[in-house]
C-alpha cells in the first residue's frame, strides 16, 4: 500500500454487467467498487462473453477481461479464465486480491500466486446443479482444495453460508455482508397494483418456472391472476410453449428484460412478486421488489428465507407448486394486505443499502491489510517483484 493509504486490489469476477446472461454477482462487484473508487485503485478481471470490450473503465473501475471463446465448448470462457487468471495477478502490482467463488470448482487457487491478502467472495455455490449438468465431481474438487487451508478470509452473503463456509475453512474469517441496492429503487407503493411479477433469469430448474406455470395451471389462471414474466435466459421458449399449451396466453405476458427506469415500472405496477427459486445464495431481486413496497412470495430455502421472510413474505414449503398459487391468491385477493406487507418490506430493504455494504465491504478490507505484518509485506516484493512492489 502507497504512502496514501490506497489499495491497489485486483477483484476476480467471472461475469459481467453487460453479459447478456449475467447473474447478480457482477452488480455487487460493481456497486461495491464504484463505491470505494475515490480512495483506492481497482482492477475487475472477467472472463469473456460475446461483443464483450477487453478493457473498460466503469465509474473509476478499470476492467479486462482474460481468456476466449469457443462457441461449441460451454465451459471455454471461464476455463480459459481460469487459466490465464493466476499468471495475470502475480505479474500485476498489487495490495489486496479479492477472488470471487468461480465455476465449476469455487476456487481460482489465487493463493498460490500472490502472498498478498486474498479475499474470497461467496456468491455462487450451485455444485449440485453442474456436477448434474457436466457428470464431473466439482464439489469433491471443491472441498480438496478448502483442505489446502490457503483461504484465510471469506465474505459470504448469508448466515447459512458462514455456517458452510467456516466447517469448509475452519481457520477462515468469515464476515457476512449481504448484497445491496441502490437509493434509486426505493419507492412507496403505488395503489393496488395490476399482476403478480417474476423478475430474473429464465433458467426452468433453478429459478422453478416449471412450477410457477403449474401453480397458474391449477389456482392462479383459474383465478383469473394475470402474471408478467421479466427477463431473459434459455428457457424462455419452452416457458412461452407451456403457456400456450395450458392456454395461459391471456393471463401470462412475457416482457423480456428490463433495466433501469423500465424495472422500476415494472415493479411499481405489480401487486406481489413471486420468487419460485429452488436453490439461491441471496436472492436480490426479491431485495429490488421489498425496496419498491412490494410482498415476495417465495419457497421455504436457505439463504433467500434470511432476506424474505414474514411479516414482508410468504415462505411456501419447499417446491409445492399447489401451497404457492394458493398463497398467490390469497394474496392477490387482499390487496390492502399486500399493501402493508409492501411498507414492511421497504423498511426492511433500507437496511440493504449499497453505502452501508460497500463500507461494511472496505472495513473488512482495511482490518485485513492492519493485520499483514511488515515482514510479510517485505516478503511479498522480494518473492513476487513483477507482481507486488
Known amino acids: 500500500m502507497n504512502p496514501t493509504g490506497r489499495l491497489r486490489i485486483l477483484h476476480a469476477d467471472t461475469d459481467d454487467l453487460e453479459n447478456p446472461l449475467r447473474g447478480g454477482q457482477p452488480v455487487r462487484t460493481f456497486a461495491v467498487n464504484a463505491r470505494m473508487a475515490a480512495r483506492h485503485d481497482i482492477t475487475v478481471f472477467t472472463s469473456v462473453y460475446k461483443n464483450c470490450r477487453r478493457r473498460m473503465e466503469r465509474s473509476g473501475v478499470r476492467y479486462k477481461r482474460l481468456g476466449f471463446r469457443l462457441p461449441p465448448f460451454g465451459l471455454s470462457p471461464h476455463l480459459s479464465f481460469l487459466a490465464a487468471l493466476g499468471p495475470t495477478i502475480a505479474r500485476t502490482?498489487?495490495?489486496l486480491v479479492v477472488e470471487e467463488f468461480t465455476p465449476p470448482v469455487g476456487f481460482c487457487g489465487l493463493p498460490w500466486w500472490t502472498k498478498a491478502p486474498v479475499v474470497l467472495g461467496v456468491q455462487w455455490y450451485f455444485f449440485d446443479q453442474w456436477e448434474k449438468r457436466y457428470h464431473l465431481p466439482f464439489s469433491r474438487w471443491m472441498k480438496r482444495l478448502a483442505r489446502t487451508g490457503r483461504y484465510r478470509h471469506v465474505i459470504v452473503q448469508?448466515?447459512?453460508m458462514g455456517r458452510e463456509l467456516q466447517s469448509l475453512l475452519p481457520r477462515a474469517t468469515v464476515r457476512c455482508i449481504p448484497s445491496g441496492i441502490d437509493d434509486s429503487a426505493f419507492s412507496e407503493g403505488q395503489g393496488a397494483g395490476d399482476y403478480v411479477l417474476f423478475l430474473g433469469r429464465l433458467d426452468m430448474e433453478h429459478k422453478g418456472l416449471d412450477l410457477l406455470i403449474e401453480a397458474w395451471r391449477k389456482t392462479c389462471g383459474p383465478a383469473k391472476i394475470p402474471l408478467v414474466i421479466a427477463g431473459e435466459g434459455p428457457a424462455r421458449a419452452e416457458l412461452e410453449a407451456m403457456v400456450a399449451r395450458e392456454k395461459l396466453d391471456g393471463l401470462v405476458r412475457f416482457v423480456g428484460r428490463v433495466e433501469g427506469a423500465a424495472k422500476q415500472d415494472v415493479l411499481k405496477r405489480c401487486r406481489l412478486f413471486v420468487m419460485p427459486s429452488r436453490y439461491e445464495t441471496f436472492g436480490i431481486a426479491a431485495l429490488e421488489?421489498?425496496?419498491?413496497?412490494?410482498?415476495?412470495?417465495?419457497?421455504?430455502?436457505?439463504?433467500?428465507n434470511e432476506l424474505a421472510t414474514p411479516p414482508w413474505a410468504e415462505n411456501i414449503a419447499k417446491f409445492d407448486s399447489d401451497a404457492l398459487g394458493l398463497a398467490i391468491a390469497r394474496l392477490w385477493l387482499n390487496p390492502e394486505h399486500c399493501q402493508a406487507m409492501g411498507e414492511q418490506a421497504r423498511r426492511r430493504a433500507w437496511d440493504y443499502r449499497w453505502d452501508a455494504i460497500a463500507r461494511q465491504q472496505e472495513d473488512f478490507y482495511l482490518e485485513i491489510i492492519a493485520s499483514t505484518s511488515r515482514r510479510e509485506t517485505t516478503q511479498n516484493s522480494r518473492l513476487l517483484p513483477v507482481g507486488i512492489s
Open 93 to 95: 502490482p498489487h495490495d
Open 158 to 160: 448469508s448466515n447459512a
Open 289 to 304: 421488489a421489498m425496496a419498491a413496497s412490494k410482498p415476495v412470495v417465495c419457497f421455504d430455502i436457505d439463504h433467500l
